[in-house]
């Protein structure tokens, strides 16, 4: 059943985080809490979750590249608890863009993080990772921990 688009300025109630757990379960890829992002497009327009065909991408991509193709309903309501405010998505999913876990940003994890949130904030579109690291870097060892990266989203959002 496809929904009308949602008013994403205001946050999702826990009836509405239900209906989208029940509607993630009917996907055809469903198994074991878990769905192909081939479900991706059909998932977000039965729960009226609007977006670009750009933004799908990039949300294909982020499914692919950090849980292996597939969408965990967990983590799908992780980030639906917060997406009424891109702040606490970007603060909140930073750490998932460390896949070595080192508990640092690489100049490799920046990009795939920066092209994920500009969909969202397109403010974000020209930062550089050397300028991302000359302003987040607080302890000036050249890297930026994932704390610091942190720090750094709340001071560039508005």
């Known amino acids: 059943m496809l929904r009308p688009p949602r008013d994403f300025s205001k946050a999702y109630t826990e009836e509405e985080l239900d209906e989208v757990k029940a509607i993630f379960r009917t996907m055809p890829s469903y198994k074991d809490g878990h769905i192909s992002t081939t479900d991706n497009t ?58 070595d876990g080192d508990g640092f940003i690489s100049a490799n994890e920046f990009a795939e993080f920066i092209k994920v949130i500009v969909i969202h904030e397109p403010k974000l579109r020209d930062v550089s990772y050397e300028e991302f690291v000359k302003e987040a870097d607080k302890n000036l060892d050249g890297k930026v921990s994932v704390d610091e990266c942190r720090a750094w989203i709340q001071k560039r959002f508005p």
């Open 42 to 99: 059909f998932l977000y327009a039965s729960i009226g979750y609007e977006r670009t065909s750009e933004q799908l991408n990039a949300y294909v991509q982020y499914w692919n590249k950090n849980f292996g193709g597939m969408i965990p309903l967990d983590e799908l309501i992780k980030i639906f608890r917060t997406i009424h405010n891109i702040l606490e998505v970007a603060i909140d999913r930073i750490e998932a863009y460390d896949k």
